[in-house]
């Protein structure tokens, strides 16, 4: 997946396991949870709709976070960075990431874009860190 808004690859671990492949990578690059959204289990409740695993993960590198608010506010709009876990119809796994250069780009400010720099490398050692 290489889209203007993300990047991914596709995971060579059944779903749990990618799960937690990936929240130990992000642990590993000091990022924290803030929201998860189990997406096929509230489409299952809310409408009957069955699918596949889908898990979108708000991930949050607190410092990197303050800063960012300290230089414009209203940037929590654009937070935190979004991350897809999910599983296709064929059972193949997936991971996309936020590409938080092209997100962040849109606040117009020379100081979030170092930070969306730093960002997006540490996004990509987490995708790196699955397998």
């Known amino acids: 997946m290489n889209k203007n808004y993300g ?8 779903f749990t396991a990618a799960y ?6 992000l642990q590993d690059e ?11 289990e509230t489409l299952k409740n809310k409408i009957n709709h069955d699918m596949p695993p889908y898990r979108i993960i708000g991930a949050c590198k607190p410092p ?12 929590g709009l654009l937070l935190p960075c ?22 962040l ?6 100081k979030i874009d170092g930070i969306a720099d730093e960002t997006y490398r540490k996004l990509e050692r987490v995708m790196s860190a699955l397998p």
């Open 20 to 25: 937690d492949c990936l929240m130990k990578a």
């Open 64 to 75: 990197f976070a303050k800063n960012a608010i300290e230089a414009d506010p209203s940037i």
């Open 7 to 14: 990047f991914g690859k596709r995971v060579a671990l059944p």
């Open 30 to 40: 000091g990022f924290g949870i803030v929201m998860e959204i189990n997406v096929s």
């Open 105 to 110: 780009a849109l606040a117009q400010n020379a």
């Open 82 to 103: 979004n991350i897809v876990l999910r599983e296709d119809s064929e059972g193949q796994v997936h991971a996309g990431f936020m590409d938080t250069k092209a997100i």
